[in-house]
């Protein structure tokens, strides 16, 4: 049980993520975008746009990994169960920056 509630978590932290790093340069909260953020502050090296594009593999990547551990194979890996919810709470973290950025 606690193998499928891990995948569980996993999978939906995941989805969370995912949904608002895709929705966060295209809806504004509070009326403005990131990009209108980051634009407001004196900055002296910002990468060319297309250096974000990074961020696509590493959102597949995670995608595999999620995919991966579902497979039959994988559910009671000891290696899977040593990572235990440190990916889950990752995911959490990496959904948070939006709201707080825009605070």
Do not use: C, H
Not at 48 to 61: D, E, M, T
């Amino acid at each position: 049980m606690k193998d499928t509630l891990r995948q569980t978590a996993n999978l939906v932290t995941l989805m969370i993520a995912l949904v608002i790093n895709i929705l966060a340069p295209i809806l504004p909260l509070n009326g403005q975008s990131t990009g209108e953020i980051s634009d407001r502050f004196q900055v002296y090296f910002v990468p060319v746009g297309y250096v974000f594009a990074i961020w696509f593999f590493i959102f597949v990547g995670w995608l595999v990994f999620v995919i991966y551990q579902f497979l039959p194979s994988q559910k009671e890996s000891p290696r899977l169960r040593r990572l235990d919810y440190i990916f889950a709470v990752s995911d959490i973290f990496n959904a948070a920056w939006f709201p707080v950025y825009l605070v």
